[in-house]
């Protein structure tokens, strides 16, 4: 028998996530802010509940999409939290991208309440999301990781243990350092393009096939030829995860030269007040610094 699942977190990747569970037969049951989001799943078969208390009572796996640290921290404590309502013996499995420390925290926590916790962050974006391609980077333990498996296939290709609580995050910080950076050069080599006056659809063409082509380039190269910054991923949950790939990063020592300078650089598109466009506009970064 299918677990039973609640969702917290029906935004850009909750929805198209929940909505892959419900396609492959699971219970879903889940709250989210925005009430068009809750009817959306209950239009595709879901139910929708009135509160997350309400959300997580019956279920065996609770499934949080949220956007940082203190969003998770808002939904799993509290009187109408997920660790005061869940019972006991489910497994909460929290795919928001936050840091490290606040997914050991949690894992604590929650196993005074006799719940599991896994911190499952996501790579592959909205595309991932609906395709039910996304990487999977998972951080906790063996024994939980199995029980999970099922339904983490039924959301992504790449779904893979990488240690215990907080890895996963750890991992996905690196993730959004090479996505930061790889953006960043794809933009910068946009507009030397067009200055230098070559065509750039050809451009882009031909050097998605040799070494310089990447996921990033492949799939930001219409959102950078048409100057479209409908999200996707936003500005300012890039900032975010700048913030956090930082902090963990000066925390084990290792050095990050450019990826400081490209946090610099996502953080003056948010202080510009881009913060709401997808990440490939660090385009108009590099087209204000190069006097367009
Ligand atoms: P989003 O803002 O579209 O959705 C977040 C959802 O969380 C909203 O629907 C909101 O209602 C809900 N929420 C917030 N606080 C809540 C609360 N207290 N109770 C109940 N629901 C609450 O964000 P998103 O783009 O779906 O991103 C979610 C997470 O996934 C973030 O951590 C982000 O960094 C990560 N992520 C996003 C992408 C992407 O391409 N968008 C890709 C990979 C990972």
Request: aromatic share 4%; net charge negative.
């Amino acid at each position: 028998k299918l677990p039973k699942i609640a969702w917290i977190g029906l935004g850009i990747m909750g929805s198209p996530m929940a909505e892959n569970l419900l396609k492959a037969g699971y219970q879903v049951t889940g709250f989210t802010l925005e009430k068009d989001k809750l009817d959306r799943l209950g239009r595709n078969g879901g139910t929708a509940a009135s509160s997350i208390a309400d959300a997580v009572r019956e279920a065996d796996v609770i499934i949080t999409m949220v956007p940082a640290s203190p969003q998770v921290e808002a939904v799993a404590y509290g009187p109408d939290g997920i660790l005061e309502n869940a019972r006991s013996g489910a497994l909460l499995i929290d795919m928001s991208s936050i840091t490290p420390q606040t997914s050991v925290d949690l894992a604590k926590a929650a196993a005074d309440k006799g719940v599991a916790v896994l911190d499952a962050p996501v790579s592959g974006g909205e595309a991932g999301a609906v395709e039910a391609v996304l990487s999977i980077m998972v951080g906790g333990e063996e024994a939980d990781f199995e029980r999970a498996r099922p339904v983490l296939d039924t959301l992504g290709k790449t779904v893979v243990l990488c240690g215990p609580h907080g890895s996963g995050q750890t991992v996905k910080a690196a993730n959004q350092l090479i996505v930061a950076v790889n953006i960043e050069a794809c933009a910068e080599a946009v507009v030397f393009l067009e200055k230098s006056g070559v065509d750039l659809p050809a451009a882009l063409d031909v050097l998605g096939g040799g070494l310089a082509g990447s996921t990033v380039l492949a799939r930001k190269k219409d959102n950078f030829a048409h100057r479209d910054f409908t999200p996707g991923f936003r500005i300012d949950l890039h900032h975010k995860d700048m913030g956090i790939v930082s902090d963990a990063a000066r925390n084990v020592g290792a050095a990050l030269p450019v990826g400081a300078v490209v946090a610099n650089l996502v953080g003056s598109l948010r202080a510009q007040g881009d913060g709401g466009l997808d990440h490939s506009a660090l385009l108009r970064g590099v087209e204000r610094l190069s006097g367009q």
